[in-house]
């Protein structure tokens, strides 16, 4: 990720907390391609690495958050139909392919289909409103939201928050790492200067 974006994100995170973390999911289930995994991802980290947030409640507000928005996504697609998919579509790029590989996916697996789009690349974002211009049932809908919600949002927390655990570390390694070549750099201008020194005739 850009180092610009992935500052701008941890400043976002560290000034809103959890209201960052429920924001970005809320907008990406309902839609609208944003960064909701980095930002969940980079919050369970600074979970971890500051202690500003609790990854206990960080989880709690990211199943909610990914939950009711991918409620309001079946509820535009639902009541918007086909037309507002297309436009959906130009509007953000999405690939016809990829709208193909959701229907698809809808058709052969009908609503655990959206338990496992959530861990599919490009599908999370338009699941909701797939779902709703699909017609499917809206109680076989939630259930399936709210149980992928739940695994999807405490894996990926979790992992933010087990690299948190190894940050330091790293940051130890790289340290030593640092340390070990400012030592060789030292030794090879000593060589190179003796060697220098050693091939230059002495002035008279």
Known sequence: MDHTIFQSLRTFIADYGYWAVALALLCENAGIPVPGETTLLLAS????????????????????AAT???????AFGYYGGRPLLQRYQNVFRIPPATLKRGEEMFARYGA????????????????????GVLRMRWRAF????????????SFI???????????????????????????????????????????TPPEN
């Open 68 to 74: 009711l928005g991918d409620n309001l996504g079946y």
């Open 45 to 64: 980290f600074l979970a971890y690495s500051e202690h500003q947030l609790h990854l206990g409640w960080i989880i709690v507000v990211g199943i909610c």
């Open 142 to 153: 939630t259930l399936f939201n709210f149980l992928g919600a739940a695994v999807w949002v």
């Open 157 to 199: 927390a979790g992992a933010g928050y087990l690299f948190g655990q190894h940050w330091r570390s790293l940051l130890r390694a790289m340290h030593r790492f640092n340390i070990a070549v400012l030592i060789v750099a030292v030794v090879v201008a000593l060589f190179l200067w003796w060697r220098y020194r050693r091939h």
């Open 112 to 131: 655990a289909a959206i338990f496992f789009a959530r861990f599919i690349f490009g599908m999370r974002v338009f699941a909701g409103p797939l779902a």
